[in-house]
T-cell receptor, first 115, second 111 residues
Framework: GAVVSQHPSWVICKSGTSVKIECRSL??????MFWYRQFPKQSLMLMAT?????????EQGVEKDKFLINHASLTLSTLTVTSAHPEDSSFYIC???????????FGQGTRLTVV | GENVEQHPSTLSVQEGDSAVIKCTYS??????FPWYKQELGKRPQLIID?????GEKKDQRIAVTLNKTAKHFSLHITETQPEDSAVYFC??????????FGAGTQVVVTP
């Protein structure tokens, strides 16, 4: 299958700082990228959907000013957690899709720890 | 928006037996239903998917059935093996193509 690379795999940051997570589709053009948050032993909670060149669509309850999403090209989307707090500590994972209603390929995820 | 419910949350089966996981969805416009397997510490991987114009699809030991009228779909794993132990997620795409995942099923296959 197609390859989606997410970077970094893990990051530790101090409270109040910002962290950027990158999601790249390596061998296909991703018209849509999804960002999820996954708590231990829980499901994938969709945070936002981003389409290349347009503003991301956020799910209810997700603060768009806190979780900044940029999808500047067909192969790269970034999630920036601004002014991070310990409660933002989680596993963040992206997925990329070439065409609507087709398989979405997942990145390896980023373990964020805010201290 | 789409709401996907998945049952059971945990499933323990003996090696060689079959496992069945069921999901229901709410958006009648949904037309793509993938199943993902996530092993501990790894990314979810697609194992099988089905579209709304098909009622059943099979790939070796894995099969998925879809009942559009009742808005439910199921994953069937036959002749289970220890390597089938993982968390399985169903998903449905809504009218905007967004994936909404079920809560997941922890499958444990005991030798």
């Amino acid at each position: 299958g197609a390859v989606v690379s997410q970077h970094p795999s893990w990051v530790i940051c101090k409270s109040g700082t910002s962290v950027k997570i990158e999601c790249r589709s390596l061998d296909f053009q991703a018209t849509t990228m999804f960002w999820y948050r996954q708590f231990p032993k829980q499901s994938l909670m969709l945070m936002a959907t981003s389409n290349e060149g347009s503003k991301a669509t956020y799910e209810q309850g997700v603060e768009k000013d806190k979780f900044l999403i940029n999808h500047a090209s067909l192969t790269l989307s970034t999630l920036t957690v601004t002014s991070a707090h310990p409660e933002d500590s989680s596993f963040y994972i992206c997925s990329a899709q070439g065409q609507m209603n087709t398989e979405a390929f997942f990145g390896q995820g980023t373990r964020l720890t805010v201290v | 928006g789409e709401n996907v419910e998945q049952h059971p949350s945990t499933l323990s089966v003996q090696e060689g037996d079959s496992a069945v996981i069921k999901c229901t969805y709410s958006d009648s416009a949904s037309n793509y239903f993938p199943w993902y397997k996530q092993e501990l510490g790894k990314r979810p991987q697609l194992i099988i998917d089905i579209r709304s114009n098909v009622g059943e699809k099979k790939d070796q030991r894995i099969a998925v059935t879809l009942n559009k009228t009742a808005k439910h779909f199921s994953l069937h794993i036959t002749e289970t093996q220890p390597e089938d132990s993982a968390v399985y997620f169903c998903a449905a795409t809504d009218s905007w193509g967004k994936f909404q995942f079920g809560a997941g099923t922890q499958v444990v296959v005991t030798p």
